[in-house]
């Protein structure tokens, strides 16, 4: 196997190749017939090396990654700079990616080209939902490599930035309310969707079925993606109240569960479905959405914590977690007290 640019030839090693690198780059180069590059590979370069060998050679079936692909620039018939994927897509879709170029062939473009073909390779396989680096915060070249492929940053830590590139991917899917009889395959659905989450307490499927048959279910607001007959996202938005202090209550509408299928995530069908059931639930007449979850995902849909309207979740979770979003302006302003949003 062999991947190629007009300018750039990508060989992914072989168990043996892998195993003859790490005795030292001549030999490799001499096993691939290259001109020699004089390139000592650095001791913490071996030291990763080792760990990615090992994993290749543990799983022979799936070495490609794990294996180190070496770039070769087809002018020089030299290697010039080697990738990796640092694993297997895992159960969300998820590749990590390292790469290093030698002294020398910095600042030309390599590295920005080899990351734009291989991810383009891993994106090929239905496994592989995004692609993930890290670089170091003062590591500028490398983190321009990202950007011109697109990558955008995802996650910060103390000394690093985590870059995250999602598959385009276009889906020709309708929303529509649920009926009677996709109230089997919501339950299937579910479950599968939630097998598969980060969060989750085993039973998400049993929680809607229940929402529907009491009183807070809003048949309007139980709604299903669906791609040529086959259903792939659900959401529904039910009744809920904040208990006042003043002993009254304010209704509004609580977002529980959002599942779609672990292949349709990352391409806009949960947001979809969320935003189909915000502006329904407008026109119902509810001024107010709430939920628990992510504040990095929700934010985008308006969503902040219910403490900075002086509302409280009654349950020991941290508050940042409780988010609400008006659906008319100033909806909350007049609301104190607490919600449960289970």
Not at 201 to 206: P, T
């Given at each position: 196997?062999?991947?190629?640019?007009?300018?750039?030839?990508?060989?992914?090693?072989?168990?043996?190749?892998?195993?003859?690198?790490?005795?030292?780059?001549?030999?490799?180069?001499?096993?691939?017939?290259?001109?020699?590059?004089?390139?000592?590979?650095?001791?913490?370069?071996?030291?990763?090396?080792?760990?990615q060998?090992?994993?290749?050679?543990?799983?022979?079936?799936?070495?490609?990654?794990?294996?180190?692909?070496?770039?070769?620039?087809?002018?020089?018939?030299?290697a010039?700079?080697?990738?990796?994927?640092?694993?297997?897509?895992?159960?969300?879709?998820?590749?990590?990616?390292?790469?290093?170029?030698?002294?020398g062939?910095?600042?030309?473009?390599?590295?920005?080209?080899?990351?734009k073909?291989?991810?383009?390779?891993?994106?090929?396989?239905?496994?592989?939902?995004?692609?993930?680096?890290?670089?170091?915060?003062?590591?500028?070249?490398?983190?321009?490599v990202?950007?011109?492929?697109?990558?955008?940053?995802?996650?910060?830590?103390?000394?690093?930035?985590?870059?995250?590139l999602?598959?385009?991917?276009?889906?020709?899917?309708?929303?529509?309310?649920?009926?009677?009889?996709?109230?089997?395959?919501?339950?299937?659905?579910?479950?599968?969707?939630?097998?598969?989450?980060?969060?989750?307490?085993?039973?998400?499927?049993?929680?809607?079925?229940?929402l529907?048959?009491?009183?807070?279910?809003?048949?309007?607001?139980?709604?299903?993606?669906?791609v040529?007959?086959?259903?792939?996202?659900?959401?529904?938005?039910?009744?809920?109240?904040?208990?006042?202090?003043?002993?009254?209550?304010?209704?509004?509408?609580?977002?529980?569960?959002?599942?779609?299928?672990?292949?349709?995530r990352?391409?806009?069908?949960?947001?979809?479905l969320?935003?189909?059931?915000?502006?329904?639930?407008?026109?119902?007449?509810?001024?107010?959405?709430?939920?628990?979850?992510?504040?990095?995902?929700?934010?985008?849909?308006?969503?902040?914590?219910?403490?900075?309207?002086?509302?409280?979740?009654?349950?020991?979770?941290?508050?940042?977690?409780?988010?609400?979003?008006?659906?008319?302006?100033?909806?909350?302003?007049?609301?104190?007290?607490?919600?449960?949003?289970?």
């Amino acid at each position: 196997m062999l991947l190629e640019t007009n300018r750039l030839k990508i060989i992914p090693l072989t168990i043996g190749q892998f195993k003859l690198l790490l005795s030292g780059m001549e030999k490799l180069e001499r096993e691939l017939v290259l001109t020699p590059s004089n390139y000592i590979l650095e001791e913490r370069t071996c030291e990763a090396m080792e760990c990615q060998y090992n994993l290749a050679a543990g799983n022979p079936d799936n070495h490609l990654w794990h294996t180190n692909w070496q770039i070769v620039l087809k002018s020089e018939n030299k290697a010039v700079a080697s990738f990796c994927f640092k694993n297997a897509p895992d159960e969300a879709g998820l590749i990590e990616i390292g790469y290093g170029t030698n002294p020398g062939y910095q600042n030309k473009g390599i590295m920005t080209e080899a990351v734009k073909l291989l991810s383009d390779w891993a994106f090929c396989h239905m496994s592989v939902i995004s692609v993930i680096a890290e670089t170091y915060r003062n590591n500028i070249p490398s983190q321009r490599v990202l950007q011109k492929n697109g990558m955008a940053i995802y996650k910060e830590t103390e000394e690093s930035l985590w870059w995250k590139l999602e598959k385009q991917m276009t889906v020709d899917y309708v929303i529509r309310q649920e009926t009677e009889k996709d109230f089997s395959e919501i339950y299937a659905l579910i479950k599968t969707a939630f097998e598969t989450a980060t969060v989750k307490d085993g039973d998400e499927q049993d929680f809607a079925d229940n929402l529907r048959k009491g009183s807070r279910y809003i048949s309007q607001l139980a709604l299903v993606a669906e791609v040529e007959g086959k259903l792939i996202g659900h959401i529904m938005l039910t009744k809920t109240y904040v208990m006042q202090s003043d002993g009254t209550e304010y209704e509004g509408l609580l977002i529980a569960p959002v599942s779609v299928l672990l292949e349709y995530r990352n391409v806009g069908v949960g947001s979809a479905l969320i935003r189909k059931g915000m502006e329904q639930g407008k026109e119902l007449g509810y001024k107010a959405v709430f939920l628990c979850g992510d504040p990095a995902y929700y934010h985008r849909f308006g969503f902040v914590p219910t403490s900075n309207y002086g509302i409280k979740y009654i349950h020991d979770v941290p508050e940042q977690y409780i988010m609400a979003c008006e659906l008319e302006k100033g909806a909350l302003d007049n609301v104190f007290g607490s919600i449960d949003c289970q």
